[in-house]
Protein backbone atom coordinates (compact mmCIF):
# COMPACT_ATOMS: atom_id res chain seq x y z
CA UNK A 1 0.00 0.00 0.00
CA UNK A 2 2.82 2.56 0.66
CA UNK A 3 4.33 1.96 -2.11
CA UNK A 4 1.37 3.40 -4.14
CA UNK A 5 2.10 6.71 -2.19
CA UNK A 6 3.09 9.77 -4.49
CA UNK A 7 6.22 11.41 -3.82
CA UNK A 8 5.72 14.18 -1.45
CA UNK A 9 7.10 17.66 -1.76
CA UNK A 10 7.18 20.65 0.38
CA UNK A 11 4.59 22.77 -1.29
CA UNK A 12 2.28 19.63 -2.04
CA UNK A 13 -0.97 18.42 -0.05
CA UNK A 14 -1.49 14.57 0.38
CA UNK A 15 -4.30 12.75 1.78
CA UNK A 16 -2.96 11.00 5.54
CA UNK A 17 -4.71 7.63 4.87
CA UNK A 18 -2.67 6.07 6.68
CA UNK A 19 -0.86 8.40 9.13
CA UNK A 20 -3.43 7.22 12.06
CA UNK A 21 -2.27 4.22 11.48
CA UNK A 22 0.30 1.87 13.48
CA UNK A 23 1.91 -1.12 12.66
CA UNK A 24 2.86 -3.46 15.43
CA UNK A 25 5.60 -5.70 14.32
CA UNK A 26 9.03 -6.84 15.37
CA UNK A 27 11.92 -5.56 13.35
CA UNK A 28 15.83 -7.43 13.70
CA UNK A 29 18.38 -5.99 15.79
CA UNK A 30 15.80 -3.56 18.04
CA UNK A 31 13.71 -3.16 21.22
CA UNK A 32 9.77 -2.33 20.16
CA UNK A 33 9.40 0.89 22.13
CA UNK A 34 5.56 0.63 22.67
CA UNK A 35 4.83 4.16 24.27
CA UNK A 36 4.59 7.11 22.09
CA UNK A 37 7.26 10.29 22.48
CA UNK A 38 6.16 12.20 24.84
CA UNK A 39 4.71 15.92 22.94
CA UNK A 40 3.95 14.21 20.40
CA UNK A 41 0.96 15.31 18.47
CA UNK A 42 -0.29 11.90 17.76
CA UNK A 43 -1.01 11.66 21.52
CA UNK A 44 -4.59 13.05 20.62
CA UNK A 45 -5.14 10.77 17.99
CA UNK A 46 -6.96 7.45 18.45
CA UNK A 47 -4.80 5.40 16.03
CA UNK A 48 -5.98 2.11 14.52
CA UNK A 49 -3.92 -0.45 15.80
CA UNK A 50 -2.49 -3.56 13.65
CA UNK A 51 -0.37 -5.69 14.22
CA UNK A 52 1.90 -7.81 11.63
CA UNK A 53 3.71 -10.99 12.36
CA UNK A 54 6.54 -9.58 10.67
CA UNK A 55 7.44 -6.10 8.55
CA UNK A 56 8.45 -8.66 5.80
CA UNK A 57 6.15 -11.68 4.75
CA UNK A 58 8.02 -14.25 3.37
CA UNK A 59 7.08 -16.88 1.10
CA UNK A 60 6.85 -19.53 3.37
CA UNK A 61 6.93 -22.14 1.59
CA UNK A 62 9.57 -21.83 -0.18
CA UNK A 63 11.62 -20.50 2.47
CA UNK A 64 10.98 -23.32 4.91
CA UNK A 65 11.34 -26.07 1.90
CA UNK A 66 14.20 -27.81 3.17
CA UNK A 67 13.19 -28.13 6.93
CA UNK A 68 9.31 -28.68 6.56
CA UNK A 69 9.71 -32.03 7.32
CA UNK A 70 10.65 -30.94 10.81
CA UNK A 71 8.06 -28.47 10.78
CA UNK A 72 7.31 -28.79 15.03
CA UNK A 73 10.80 -28.96 16.10
CA UNK A 74 11.65 -25.77 14.49
CA UNK A 75 8.59 -24.29 15.81
CA UNK A 76 9.84 -25.42 18.97
CA UNK A 77 13.30 -23.69 18.90
CA UNK A 78 12.13 -20.34 17.96
CA UNK A 79 9.60 -20.65 20.23
CA UNK A 80 12.08 -21.12 23.46
CA UNK A 81 14.34 -18.74 21.97
CA UNK A 82 17.48 -21.57 20.94
CA UNK A 83 20.09 -20.45 19.37
CA UNK A 84 19.95 -20.89 15.74
CA UNK A 85 21.95 -20.17 12.62
CA UNK A 86 20.88 -20.08 9.04
CA UNK A 87 23.75 -20.87 5.94
CA UNK A 88 22.75 -19.85 2.64
CA UNK A 89 24.13 -18.92 -0.36
CA UNK A 90 23.04 -15.68 -0.90
CA UNK A 91 21.64 -12.64 1.66
CA UNK A 92 18.05 -13.23 0.19
CA UNK A 93 17.37 -16.42 0.82
CA UNK A 94 19.26 -16.55 4.47
CA UNK A 95 16.94 -13.11 5.38
CA UNK A 96 13.68 -14.76 4.07
CA UNK A 97 14.40 -17.92 5.92
CA UNK A 98 15.08 -15.83 9.44
CA UNK A 99 12.33 -13.89 8.66
CA UNK A 100 9.94 -16.92 8.40
CA UNK A 101 11.77 -18.68 11.08
CA UNK A 102 10.30 -15.91 13.62
CA UNK A 103 6.97 -15.40 12.20
CA UNK A 104 6.07 -18.86 12.95
CA UNK A 105 4.81 -17.95 16.51
CA UNK A 106 2.71 -15.33 15.80
CA UNK A 107 0.81 -13.85 17.57
CA UNK A 108 3.53 -14.16 19.62
CA UNK A 109 6.24 -11.56 19.45
CA UNK A 110 9.66 -13.07 19.10
CA UNK A 111 11.69 -10.81 21.53
CA UNK A 112 15.00 -12.40 20.97
CA UNK A 113 17.54 -11.17 18.94
CA UNK A 114 17.35 -11.69 15.22
CA UNK A 115 19.57 -11.09 12.24
CA UNK A 116 18.65 -12.00 8.47
CA UNK A 117 21.81 -11.18 7.44
CA UNK A 118 25.22 -11.19 9.85
CA UNK A 119 28.65 -10.40 8.43
CA UNK A 120 32.03 -10.45 10.13
CA UNK A 121 31.91 -6.69 9.61
CA UNK A 122 29.28 -6.93 12.38
CA UNK A 123 30.00 -5.36 16.20
CA UNK A 124 29.05 -8.91 17.81
CA UNK A 125 30.80 -10.85 15.42
CA UNK A 126 33.86 -12.15 18.35
CA UNK A 127 30.91 -12.67 21.05
CA UNK A 128 28.58 -14.86 18.18
CA UNK A 129 31.88 -16.83 17.33
CA UNK A 130 33.78 -17.47 20.60
CA UNK A 131 33.33 -21.09 21.72
CA UNK A 132 34.44 -20.11 25.70
CA UNK A 133 30.52 -19.05 26.64
CA UNK A 134 27.07 -20.63 25.53
CA UNK A 135 25.66 -19.17 21.76
CA UNK A 136 23.64 -16.42 23.27
CA UNK A 137 19.51 -16.30 22.21
CA UNK A 138 19.50 -15.37 18.07
CA UNK A 139 18.92 -16.26 15.20
CA UNK A 140 21.52 -15.52 12.39
CA UNK A 141 21.65 -15.38 8.46
CA UNK A 142 24.61 -15.52 7.35
CA UNK A 143 26.36 -16.51 3.44
CA UNK A 144 30.25 -16.39 4.65
CA UNK A 145 31.74 -19.71 4.22
CA UNK A 146 34.17 -18.29 7.07
CA UNK A 147 30.76 -19.14 9.16
CA UNK A 148 30.76 -22.48 8.54
CA UNK A 149 33.52 -22.97 11.19
CA UNK A 150 33.35 -20.49 12.89
CA UNK A 151 29.94 -21.18 14.11
CA UNK A 152 29.78 -25.17 13.85
CA UNK A 153 29.46 -25.15 17.72
CA UNK A 154 26.19 -23.62 17.96
CA UNK A 155 23.21 -26.05 18.64
CA UNK A 156 20.92 -25.50 15.90
CA UNK A 157 22.30 -25.00 11.96
CA UNK A 158 19.75 -24.86 9.49
CA UNK A 159 21.68 -25.22 6.23
CA UNK A 160 19.28 -23.62 3.30
CA UNK A 161 19.13 -24.85 -0.39
CA UNK A 162 19.22 -22.78 -3.47
CA UNK A 163 15.22 -23.15 -3.68
CA UNK A 164 15.64 -25.80 -6.32
CA UNK A 165 16.14 -28.88 -4.10
CA UNK A 166 14.19 -31.32 -3.39
CA UNK A 167 12.65 -32.07 0.22
CA UNK A 168 13.53 -35.69 -0.17
CA UNK A 169 16.96 -34.75 -0.24
CA UNK A 170 16.77 -32.77 3.46
CA UNK A 171 19.08 -33.85 5.99
CA UNK A 172 18.11 -35.42 9.62
CA UNK A 173 19.00 -34.72 13.08
CA UNK A 174 22.70 -35.47 13.15
CA UNK A 175 24.47 -38.01 15.48
CA UNK A 176 28.09 -37.46 16.65
CA UNK A 177 29.97 -34.54 14.91
CA UNK A 178 29.59 -35.33 11.56
CA UNK A 179 26.26 -33.01 11.02
CA UNK A 180 25.45 -34.77 7.64
CA UNK A 181 27.83 -33.69 5.93
CA UNK A 182 28.35 -34.62 2.12
CA UNK A 183 31.89 -36.05 0.39
CA UNK A 184 33.03 -32.30 -0.29
CA UNK A 185 32.59 -31.51 3.47
CA UNK A 186 29.46 -29.33 3.26
CA UNK A 187 26.44 -29.43 5.33
CA UNK A 188 23.37 -30.64 3.32
CA UNK A 189 20.29 -28.54 3.19
CA UNK A 190 18.40 -29.13 6.20
CA UNK A 191 18.27 -28.66 9.99
CA UNK A 192 21.81 -30.05 12.20
CA UNK A 193 20.73 -30.59 15.59
CA UNK A 194 21.35 -32.98 18.42
CA UNK A 195 18.04 -31.22 19.92
CA UNK A 196 15.29 -34.04 20.68
CA UNK A 197 11.80 -33.38 19.48
CA UNK A 198 9.43 -32.63 22.39
CA UNK A 199 6.43 -32.86 19.90
CA UNK A 200 5.64 -35.49 17.47
CA UNK A 201 5.57 -34.81 13.73
CA UNK A 202 1.42 -34.06 12.23
CA UNK A 203 1.91 -37.12 9.58
CA UNK A 204 -0.75 -35.65 8.35
CA UNK A 205 0.15 -32.34 7.54
CA UNK A 206 3.01 -32.70 6.18
CA UNK A 207 1.60 -35.34 3.87
CA UNK A 208 -0.32 -32.71 2.76
CA UNK A 209 2.72 -30.45 2.03
CA UNK A 210 4.17 -33.42 0.19
CA UNK A 211 7.42 -33.56 2.75
CA UNK A 212 6.64 -36.24 4.67
CA UNK A 213 8.93 -39.29 3.51
CA UNK A 214 6.95 -42.05 4.91
CA UNK A 215 3.56 -40.71 4.45
CA UNK A 216 3.64 -41.33 0.41
CA UNK A 217 3.63 -39.07 -2.43
CA UNK A 218 1.76 -36.33 -0.94
CA UNK A 219 -0.48 -33.32 -2.63
CA UNK A 220 2.07 -30.61 -2.24
CA UNK A 221 3.16 -30.42 -5.86
CA UNK A 222 -0.24 -29.52 -6.93
CA UNK A 223 -1.05 -27.44 -4.84
CA UNK A 224 -0.24 -22.95 -5.75
CA UNK A 225 2.62 -21.31 -4.25
CA UNK A 226 -0.18 -19.37 -2.15
CA UNK A 227 -2.26 -22.78 -0.86
CA UNK A 228 1.11 -23.91 0.13
CA UNK A 229 1.80 -20.51 2.61
CA UNK A 230 -1.75 -20.46 4.00
CA UNK A 231 -1.13 -24.34 5.21
CA UNK A 232 1.95 -23.49 6.79
CA UNK A 233 0.66 -19.86 8.02
CA UNK A 234 -2.35 -22.07 9.74
CA UNK A 235 -0.35 -24.57 11.42
CA UNK A 236 2.04 -22.57 12.74
CA UNK A 237 -1.03 -20.80 13.78
CA UNK A 238 -2.83 -23.16 15.48
CA UNK A 239 0.06 -24.46 17.18
CA UNK A 240 0.93 -21.32 19.01
CA UNK A 241 -2.34 -20.38 19.67
CA UNK A 242 -3.20 -23.53 21.14
CA UNK A 243 0.06 -23.40 22.79
CA UNK A 244 -0.97 -19.94 24.50
CA UNK A 245 -4.78 -21.06 25.48
CA UNK A 246 -3.64 -22.92 28.86
CA UNK A 247 -1.21 -19.80 29.89
CA UNK A 248 -4.35 -17.00 28.85
CA UNK A 249 -6.73 -18.95 31.31
CA UNK A 250 -3.94 -19.21 34.24
CA UNK A 251 -3.60 -15.66 34.05
CA UNK A 252 -7.09 -14.58 33.98
CA UNK A 253 -7.28 -17.01 37.09
CA UNK A 254 -4.06 -14.35 38.46
CA UNK A 255 -6.67 -11.25 37.95
CA UNK A 256 -8.71 -9.53 40.72
CA UNK A 257 -12.29 -9.31 40.43
CA UNK A 258 -13.49 -6.03 39.28
CA UNK A 259 -16.07 -6.42 42.54
CA UNK A 260 -13.10 -6.89 44.71
CA UNK A 261 -11.76 -3.28 43.97
CA UNK A 262 -12.13 -1.25 46.92
CA UNK A 263 -11.63 2.80 46.13
CA UNK A 264 -9.78 3.29 49.44
CA UNK A 265 -7.12 1.15 48.79
CA UNK A 266 -4.62 1.26 46.04
CA UNK A 267 -5.75 -0.25 43.15
CA UNK A 268 -5.02 -4.37 43.03
CA UNK A 269 -2.56 -5.72 40.63
CA UNK A 270 -2.33 -9.13 38.76
CA UNK A 271 -0.67 -12.13 41.12
CA UNK A 272 2.92 -12.91 40.70
CA UNK A 273 3.01 -16.48 37.78
CA UNK A 274 3.70 -19.19 39.65
CA UNK A 275 5.50 -21.39 37.21
CA UNK A 276 5.11 -24.90 39.28
CA UNK A 277 1.60 -24.15 39.87
CA UNK A 278 1.02 -23.51 36.83
CA UNK A 279 2.47 -26.88 35.27
CA UNK A 280 0.69 -28.50 38.53
CA UNK A 281 -2.44 -27.50 36.68
CA UNK A 282 -1.35 -28.79 32.89
CA UNK A 283 -0.38 -32.17 34.46
CA UNK A 284 -4.04 -32.54 35.30
CA UNK A 285 -4.77 -32.23 31.73
CA UNK A 286 -2.51 -34.60 30.42
CA UNK A 287 0.09 -34.75 28.00
CA UNK A 288 -2.46 -34.24 25.20
CA UNK A 289 -2.70 -30.75 25.23
CA UNK A 290 -4.04 -30.14 21.70
CA UNK A 291 -6.15 -32.82 19.66
CA UNK A 292 -3.68 -32.73 16.74
CA UNK A 293 -0.14 -33.00 18.21
CA UNK A 294 1.05 -35.56 20.19
CA UNK A 295 4.22 -34.69 22.53
CA UNK A 296 6.21 -33.90 25.71
CA UNK A 297 4.12 -30.39 26.48
CA UNK A 298 5.08 -30.40 30.09
CA UNK A 299 8.85 -29.77 29.54
CA UNK A 300 7.73 -27.56 26.43
CA UNK A 301 5.97 -25.35 28.65
CA UNK A 302 8.95 -25.78 31.29
CA UNK A 303 11.41 -24.57 28.62
CA UNK A 304 9.02 -21.65 27.27
CA UNK A 305 8.45 -20.44 30.84
CA UNK A 306 12.60 -19.64 31.07
CA UNK A 307 13.10 -17.83 27.85
CA UNK A 308 12.48 -14.25 26.90
CA UNK A 309 9.53 -14.79 24.61
CA UNK A 310 7.62 -15.57 27.39
CA UNK A 311 8.82 -12.77 29.57
CA UNK A 312 8.05 -10.40 27.10
CA UNK A 313 3.93 -12.20 26.57
CA UNK A 314 3.55 -12.33 30.37
CA UNK A 315 5.20 -8.54 30.67
CA UNK A 316 2.64 -7.59 28.40
CA UNK A 317 -0.23 -9.40 29.67
CA UNK A 318 0.95 -8.13 33.38
CA UNK A 319 1.05 -4.77 31.75
CA UNK A 320 -2.48 -4.80 30.35
CA UNK A 321 -4.50 -6.51 32.95
CA UNK A 322 -3.29 -3.73 35.72
CA UNK A 323 -3.61 -0.74 33.64
CA UNK A 324 -7.39 -2.21 33.25
CA UNK A 325 -7.71 -2.03 36.60
CA UNK A 326 -6.27 0.99 36.89
CA UNK A 327 -9.03 2.33 34.63
CA UNK A 328 -11.90 0.67 36.59
CA UNK A 329 -10.28 2.29 39.84
CA UNK A 330 -10.37 5.76 38.39
CA UNK A 331 -14.07 5.15 36.62
CA UNK A 332 -14.87 4.29 40.55
CA UNK A 333 -13.57 7.49 42.23
CA UNK A 334 -15.00 9.99 39.27
CA UNK A 335 -18.58 8.44 39.54
CA UNK A 336 -17.89 7.86 44.03
CA UNK A 337 -19.79 10.98 46.08
CA UNK A 338 -16.24 12.21 47.30
CA UNK A 339 -18.29 14.88 49.76
CA UNK A 340 -19.69 12.32 51.58
CA UNK A 341 -16.51 10.35 52.52
CA UNK A 342 -15.02 13.61 53.47
CA UNK A 343 -16.88 13.95 56.18
CA UNK A 344 -15.54 13.16 59.52
CA UNK A 345 -12.05 12.35 57.50
CA UNK A 346 -8.64 13.45 59.30
CA UNK A 347 -6.45 15.78 56.86
CA UNK A 348 -3.77 13.11 57.11
CA UNK A 349 -6.61 10.35 55.54
CA UNK A 350 -7.83 13.08 52.98
CA UNK A 351 -4.37 13.70 51.68
CA UNK A 352 -3.29 9.97 51.81
CA UNK A 353 -6.22 9.14 49.61
CA UNK A 354 -5.55 12.22 47.13
CA UNK A 355 -1.84 10.78 46.93
CA UNK A 356 -3.24 7.52 46.19
CA UNK A 357 -5.50 8.38 43.65
CA UNK A 358 -3.22 11.27 41.77
CA UNK A 359 -0.22 8.42 41.81
CA UNK A 360 -3.33 6.12 40.34
CA UNK A 361 -4.05 8.66 37.52
CA UNK A 362 -0.15 9.67 36.96
CA UNK A 363 0.73 5.86 35.91
CA UNK A 364 -2.27 5.42 33.90
CA UNK A 365 -1.66 8.24 32.18
CA UNK A 366 1.81 6.62 31.22
CA UNK A 367 0.89 3.43 29.49
CA UNK A 368 -1.68 1.65 26.82
CA UNK A 369 -4.41 1.89 26.74
CA UNK A 370 -4.90 5.48 27.05
CA UNK A 371 -7.23 7.16 29.92
CA UNK A 372 -10.38 8.16 28.06
CA UNK A 373 -10.42 12.29 28.42
CA UNK A 374 -13.83 12.32 29.69
CA UNK A 375 -12.67 10.08 32.81
CA UNK A 376 -9.53 12.16 32.91
CA UNK A 377 -11.33 15.34 33.35
CA UNK A 378 -13.41 13.68 35.52
CA UNK A 379 -11.01 12.44 37.97
CA UNK A 380 -9.01 15.98 37.89
CA UNK A 381 -12.44 17.19 39.45
CA UNK A 382 -12.93 15.19 42.04
CA UNK A 383 -9.28 15.67 42.53
CA UNK A 384 -10.42 19.27 43.24
CA UNK A 385 -12.58 18.69 45.28
CA UNK A 386 -10.44 16.96 47.69
CA UNK A 387 -8.33 19.74 47.86
CA UNK A 388 -10.84 22.65 47.95
CA UNK A 389 -11.72 20.78 51.53
CA UNK A 390 -8.27 21.08 52.96
CA UNK A 391 -7.18 24.41 54.59
CA UNK A 392 -4.79 26.51 52.37
CA UNK A 393 -1.57 25.96 53.58
CA UNK A 394 -2.18 22.08 53.43
CA UNK A 395 -3.48 23.12 49.96
CA UNK A 396 0.20 24.63 48.87
CA UNK A 397 2.10 21.84 50.85
CA UNK A 398 0.08 19.25 48.48
CA UNK A 399 0.82 21.17 45.42
CA UNK A 400 4.75 20.99 46.75
CA UNK A 401 4.72 17.33 46.91
CA UNK A 402 2.70 15.92 43.31
CA UNK A 403 4.67 18.75 41.31
Partial sequence: MLQHEPMATPTSWRDPSTAFT?????VAGSNEDRQAHTGSPYLYLKPTLVTLPSIHDPELYMALQPILDKFELIWELVLTNQPIVVMANSPTICSNMVQALVSLIHPLTYTADYRPYFTIHDTEFKNYTTRTQTPPQVILGVTNPFFAKALDHWPHIIKAGDHTSSIANGADEYRGTSRGRSLEGELKPGLHTKYKALLQKDKMFLKMLGSYKGGGGGAGGKRPMEA????????A???????ITPLEKYIAGLSPLTKNVNLW???PQLAPFNVEQFLHILEGLGTQIMDTVKGNWIDLYRNFLSSPNFVAWYNARKGDTNQKLRLFYLDMFSKADIRIWLQGKTEPEVMDFYLQVKYCLTTALKVYPSVPSSLHQGVKTKLKTITDALPPDLQMRLCGVVA
Fill in 22 to 26: WLHCP
Fill in 237 to 243: LQLTTGF
Fill in 265 to 267: RPP
Fill in 228 to 235: LNVMIKKQ
